[in-house]
């Protein structure tokens, strides 16, 4: 599985419209809260490792009052879980609750926790993302209330009374091979070195299978001749969810010539082995299913192993 694919909980979804419920969840002394400081997530540092801060619900009710956004995440075994979302509070976090709490950035840190956290802290991560940005009405502008446990929006106008839901963008990623080589590129913005699958956002009208063959044209030139399912990512960063291909090019003819890409270029294998070894190449990071796709493309010849050049 992807990272943030590992969600535990059994969201419940079901009993969301029942406030009281809700409210019973929230009181029980079992109850654990996730934090979202705008776009950091709270981690607690163990003996082993940071993990999810997960407070006790007296620890949260010190924060409860100053929070934006309260979400019903689901429950497992019995213990209920929440998500809270803060703005502009970071510097009294450690105050409240200890210099063993700290905010991170989840795209740079995931790959050091439990993927059970990774998971709930992306989940926890979206759902105060969507709360914080849909405060006003889409329709007539108008303050919007939180109903179904964070998970809807309702607009407080009683003559528009529109509700509104969390949205998922859609994007498609591929790794294109022909032969013994595959095509990755490169943004200017990215880091010296780095390369990456081709991806792009689901336009409307459009299936998943032509969203990759237009992406792959666009972007580099090529035509593809086959395209199978990988699989899926859930991506927080802030809203999008990455389904994942990998594709056969008709030929290795490239022509860049848009602006979302500085550079393509085909490698082979061992091509990608000596740019990992003498630090010319970087791959995306291994939270991404971008790293994945290339990993399994790489690791399908028989003698190659990603992981023991990378380590991960």
Do not use: K
Request: glycine share 6%; charged share 20%; hydrophobic share 40%.
């Amino acid at each position: 599985m992807n990272y943030f694919s590992h969600n535990p909980l059994n969201r419940f979804s079901e009993m969301r419209p029942d406030e009281a419920h809700m409210q019973q969840l929230w009181q029980m002394q079992e109850t654990r809260v996730l934090v979202v400081h705008e776009s950091l997530s709270l981690l607690q540092q163990h003996d082993l490792g940071r993990q999810a801060a997960l407070l006790s619900r007296p620890q949260a009710d010190q924060l409860a009052s100053a929070a934006m956004v309260q979400v019903y995440l689901g429950s497992e075994n019995g213990v209920p879980y929440f998500a809270l979302g803060l703005e502009g509070v970071q510097d009294t976090l450690p105050t409240l609750l200890g210099e063993a709490y700290a905010l991170a950035d989840l795209r740079t840190t995931a790959h050091e926790l439990p993927l059970p956290d990774s998971a709930l802290l992306a989940y926890a991560r979206g759902m105060v993302h969507w709360n914080l940005r849909h405060r006003f009405c889409a329709n007539c502008g108008t303050l919007t209330r939180s109903t179904h446990a964070g998970h809807v929006r309702e607009c407080t106008n009683g003559n528009c009374n529109l509700h509104h839901f969390p949205r998922t963008d859609t994007a498609i990623i591929v790794l294109i091979a022909e032969g013994d080589a595959c095509l990755l590129g490169r943004q200017a913005v990215w880091p010296s070195g780095m390369y990456a699958t081709i991806a792009g956002f689901l336009e409307p009208g459009e299936t998943l299978e032509q969203a990759v063959a237009r992406e792959a044209r666009e972007e580099t030139g090529v035509a593809l001749a086959e395209i199978s399912y990988h699989s899926s990512q859930p991506w927080p960063f802030p809203s999008s969810i990455m389904v994942g291909f990998h594709a056969v090019a008709a030929s290795r003819n490239l022509l860049v010539y848009n602006d979302e890409l500085e550079d393509a270029r085909w490698f082979t294998r061992d091509e990608i082995a000596a740019g990992l070894r003498d630090g010319s190449l970087r791959l995306p990071p291994v939270i991404s299913i971008s790293y994945r796709l290339i990993r399994d493309w790489y690791d399908a010849a028989a003698g190659y192993n990603l992981e023991a050049l990378t380590g991960y």
